[in-house]
């Protein structure tokens, strides 16, 4: 290929560690959001409700969110959450919500259209992303929803997975907390629905920068130039090769 691209700088130190040399044309050029459909609210004044979102499947750590409300719960805080999405783990994820006696404060909604889903996560004081590694090495790559999240102003609690740190900053535009440590992930979460401080200064340092890396009009138009450089040496290759 004349160029590649991928998504994070993960994927590009993966892409270069794996391959050398091989890889040294490829780009990083992050995905892109449409600001406008995503405004920014403060998140000082919004109710003790903890938002996740995505498919119902081990790699984004659901089990660990309501395992980490069990300690919420246990520890008297006040707080709903709801988890949006579908998947394979549904019935089991449900099983253990009732196991642990929380059906009155988790709430699995199923699949959400992407208005609904905007309003759902501007309305809550924590958007959950607890991602880990699974079993099978299946992973995320960088979860849309924390940009979305973190543009229109929600603060995000999420794990160190692939590259995830490049956008979760903990202390300056989110919190960070290690895979599968439910008590790490309630702490954090707790902090978050407890100080309306901690939210606000979170959320006026992410949308800046999902703003400067993550604008889909400045990101569409690194990928144009991508092309049309490669597009321009192809031909240029092709010419000298039949002179």
């Known amino acids: 290929a004349t160029v590649a691209v991928t998504v994070s700088d993960y994927n590009l130190a993966h892409l270069r560690e794996s391959y050398g040399s091989a890889a040294r044309r490829v780009r990083r050029i992050y995905n892109g959001l449409d600001l406008e459909r995503f405004p920014y609210r403060s998140p000082r004044e919004r109710p003790p409700r903890i938002v996740g979102v995505g498919r119902l499947v081990e790699k984004k750590g659901f089990v660990d969110l309501i395992e980490a409300c069990a300690i919420l719960a246990d520890e008297g805080r006040t707080f709903t959450c709801q988890i949006v999405g579908t998947g394979e783990k549904e019935v089991e994820l449900r099983m253990r919500i009732a196991h642990l006696g929380l059906e009155d ?26 991602c880990v590694v699974g079993a099978d090495g299946n ?16 603060p995000c609690v999420s794990t160190d997975v692939t590259g995830i740190p ?27 629905l407890e100080e309306p401080d901690l939210r606000a200064r979170l959320a006026d340092m992410a949308r800046p920068l999902v703003e400067a890396e993550f604008d889909v009009n400045r990101n569409a138009a690194q990928l144009r130039e ?17 002179i």
Do not use: C, N
């Not at 004081?125 to 607890?130: C, D, F, K, N």
């Not at 991508?226 to 039949?242: C, D």
């Open 105 to 130: 404060r988790v709430e699995l909604l199923g699949p959400r259209p992407q208005s609904e889903l905007v309003r759902l996560v501007q309305d809550a004081a924590v958007l959950a992303a607890p």
């Open 139 to 154: 992973r995320d790559g960088l979860p849309t929803v924390l940009l979305e999240a973190m543009a229109l102003g929600t």
């Open 166 to 192: 490049e956008v979760i900053r903990d202390g300056e535009t989110g919190l960070m907390v290690p895979q599968r440590d439910p008590a790490a992930l309630a702490a954090a979460i707790g902090r978050l």
């Open 226 to 242: 991508v092309f049309q450089t490669a597009g321009k040496a192809h031909y240029a290759g092709v010419a000298q090769r039949a």
